[in-house]
C-alpha cells in the first residue's frame, strides 16, 4: 500500500490548489501562452497563475517552453507525466 499512498497524495496535492487543476484541465486541450491561459480560466489574476504554473512546473506536470520571436513568447504544455494525471485522475473528476 506504501506506493498508491504515495500516488493518491502526490494527486491531491497537485487538487488542493484552486486553479492548479483548472490550468491542467484547460492546458490538456494544448500548448498555450500565459496570456491565452488567463482568458481560457478568466477569473484568475496573474499572481496566482504564476503560483500554479511554477507549482506544475515542479511537479513535473507541465514544461515552459520559450519561443524566439520578436517579441519573445513562453508557451506552457503538459508534460508526459502531466498527461497521465490530465487523462487519469482529472478526467475521472
Known sequence: MR?????????TD??????DG???AVL???????VDLREAIG????K????????LAAANLIA????HQTPPSTVYELTQLGR????????AL
Do not use: K, N, S, Y
Open 84 to 91: 497521465t494525471f490530465h487523462d487519469g485522475p482529472l478526467r
Open 14 to 19: 497537485v487538487l488542493r490548489h484552486r486553479w
Open 22 to 24: 483548472v490550468v491542467l
Open 64 to 67: 515552459r517552453r520559450r519561443i
Open 48 to 55: 496566482p497563475l504564476a503560483e500554479a504554473l511554477a507549482r
Open 28 to 34: 490538456g486541450t494544448g500548448p498555450h501562452r500565459r
Open 43 to 46: 477569473q484568475v489574476r496573474d
Open 3 to 11: 506506493g498508491a499512498d504515495c500516488l493518491v497524495r502526490a494527486a
